[in-house]
C-alpha cells in the first residue's frame, strides 16, 4: 500500500510480474443482508486496530504532530558511513521512505525531489533529501548510492538491519509491508509502504508534510516560505 505517505534490478524501475490468468470460480451463493452487514463491521474493526498507530496527516494540532514525527535512530548510508538523527540537524531534510525495487513511487516521488533542488538553486544547500529503505534484505549500502544517483547529487540513502530500518520507520509512523502473491519468492517480492514526504527543520523537528504528486513548484515554495 502507498499511500500517504515518490517511491527498482534494473534501477530505477521494476519490471511488473505477469498475472497469472485463472479459471473463473463456480457461482456461490450471496450472503444475505445480516451477514453483509457483520462482515462490514469486522472489517472496519480490523482495519481500525491495524491501522491505530499509523500517523495521519492533519489530524491533531500542529503541536502535537511536531512532536509525533522522528526521533533517534542508527543507520548506514551508501558511503558505508553510520548516520544518525544527529546527522539531520543544521539543514532542512526531505526524508522519504522507500525502496530501489519500487516501480514506481519510489523513482517518481525522487524525480520530483530533485526537480525541487534544482528549483531552490542556491537555497537548496540548505536542504537534504533523505531516502530511507524500507527494503533492508535487498538494499546494500552499493545498491543505494548507484540508485540515489539517478536524481540528485544532494540524495543520501540509507539502510540497515531490519531491526533498525523498523525503528526509524516506527519514529516517523511510516508503514511498509511485503506483499504476498503466489509468484512471491525470498529475492522476488514488492512492498506497499507510505508514499509521504516529510520535511524537517534543522533542528530535527518536523515542519509539514507533502502527499505523493506534490508538484515540485509547490513543495520549493513551501519551503523557501518556512526558511
Known amino acids: 500500500m502507498t499511500e500517504k505517505s515518490p ?6 524501475t521494476a519490471s511488473k510480474e505477469e498475472v497469472a490468468v485463472k479459471s473463473t470460480p463456480p457461482a456461490k451463493k ?8 457483520l462482515l462490514i463491521l469486522i472489517g472496519t474493526v480490523a482495519i481500525a486496530y491495524k491501522y491505530k498507530d499509523k500517523y495521519q496527516p492533519g489530524r491533531g494540532t500542529v503541536e502535537n504532530e511536531v ?19 544527529q546527522n539531520l540537524l543544521g539543514r532542512y531534510s526531505l526524508v522519504f521512505f522507500g525502496y530501489t525495487f519500487c516501480p514506481d513511487v519510489c523513482p517518481t516521488t525522487l524525480t ?11 537555497e537548496g544547500e540548505k ?5 530511507i529503505s524500507v527494503d533492508p534484505e535487498r538494499d546494500n549500502p552499493e545498491d543505494l548510492k548507484e540508485y540515489v544517483a539517478y536524481f ?5 540513502g540509507l539502510t540497515g538491519t531490519p531491526e533498525q530500518v523498523a525503528k526509524v520507520a516506527k519514529a516517523y509512523r511510516i508503514y511498509y509491508s511485503r506483499e504476498k502473491t503466489e509468484n512471491t519468492t525470498d529475492d522476488d517480492y514488492t512492498l506497499s509502504h507510505s ?29 523557501l516560505e518556512l526558511m
Do not use: C
Open 152 to 156: 540528485h547529487p544532494n540524495v543520501v
Open 7 to 12: 517511491l527498482a534490478s534494473d534501477k530505477p
Open 30 to 37: 450471496r450472503p444475505t443482508g445480516v451477514i453483509v452487514l
Open 127 to 131: 536542504v537534504k533529501t533523505v531516502f
Open 67 to 85: 512532536n509525533l514525527i522522528g526521533g533517534p535512530f542508527t543507520l548506514t548510508d551508501h558511503n558505508g558511513n553510520t548516520f544518525t538523527e
Open 195 to 223: 508514499s509521504i514526504v516529510y520535511l524537517m527543520g534543522p533542528n530535527g523537528k518536523f515542519l509539514t508534510h507533502f502527499s505523493y504528486g506534490t508538484d515540485s513548484t509547490k513543495i520549493a515554495q513551501k519551503i
Open 112 to 122: 520530483d525531489l530533485g526537480e525541487t533542488m534544482n528549483l531552490l538553486g542556491e
